[in-house]
T-cell receptor, first 113, second 111 residues
Framework: DAGVIQSPRHEVTEMGQEVTLRCKPI?????LFWYRQTMMRGLELLIY????????DSGMPEDRFSAKMPNASFSTLKIQPSEPRDSAVYFC???????????FGQGTRLTVV | GENVEQHPSTLSVQEGDSAVIKCTYS??????FPWYKQELGKGPQLIID?????GEKKDQRIAVTLNKTAKHFSLHITETQPEDSAVYFC??????????FGTGTSLTVIP
């Protein structure tokens, strides 16, 4: 298995532009998580999907952030419009439901200038 | 929701010594506690985990202990090696299936 695949690995964009981050979870996993990692706040859970349905999006910072999971093998995290304070590493993780580990992707390093 | 606290934030040890990282959690219903190691430029990777029906688990030089009553769990690395240098995260998974992470411990093993 290729693991959780995220794209792009790096993204540099100008303030105000739309940014879309992509994630392909591990086949057979029915839970998907989006995290944001910064030095100041560590790993923050943004949103959690179960069976493609958003279960908890209380971690999404504001309306500029949105996430979708149209099918079991694909999810997107969109920021529109982007701001410099959104600069961070964004991780996608997937797992089976229950007492099992989450597998992380390599992350997308986002820089908004 | 769950609140996971992790200490210390940084830890330096001499090669061969032991390292201990401690975490506490708030939700008594949390039932799964993984530990992740994150190397520079990579995503976190699981190194060991423990479930709430177990008090201790060991895998070679790594061990984890869980005290459900006190709601704390710890990672122990013995005979540390330079390649153990990384950021370590504890996490708790609650009955809602979300993972909540501690703020991380940057471990440096000095040769």
């Amino acid at each position: 298995d290729a693991g959780v695949i995220q794209s792009p690995r790096h993204e540099v964009t100008e303030m105000g532009q739309e940014v879309t981050l992509r994630c392909k979870p591990i086949s057979g996993h029915n839970s998907l998580f989006w995290y944001r990692q910064t030095m100041m706040r560590g790993l923050e859970l943004l949103i959690y999907f179960n069976n493609n349905v958003p279960i908890d999006d209380s971690g999404m910072p504001e309306d500029r952030f949105s996430a979708k999971m149209p099918n079991a093998s694909f999810s997107t995290l969109k920021i529109q419009p982007s701001e410099p304070r959104d600069s961070a590493v964004y991780f996608c993780a997937s797992s089976r439901q229950g007492n099992t580990e989450a597998f992380f992707g390599q992350g997308t390093r986002l820089t908004v200038v | 929701g769950e609140n996971v606290e992790q200490h210390p934030s940084t830890l330096s040890v001499q090669e061969g010594d032991s390292a201990v990282i401690k975490c506490t959690y708030s939700d008594s219903a949390s039932n799964y506690f993984p530990w992740y190691k994150q190397e520079l430029g990579k995503g976190p990777q699981l190194i060991i985990d423990i479930r709430s029906n177990v008090g201790e688990k060991k895998d070679q030089r790594i061990a984890v202990t869980l005290n459900k009553t006190a709601k704390h769990f710890s990672l122990h690395i013995t005979e540390t090696q330079p390649e153990d240098s990384a950021v370590y995260f504890c996490a708790a998974r609650n009955t809602g299936n979300q993972f909540y992470f501690g703020t991380g411990t940057s471990l440096t093993v000095i040769p």
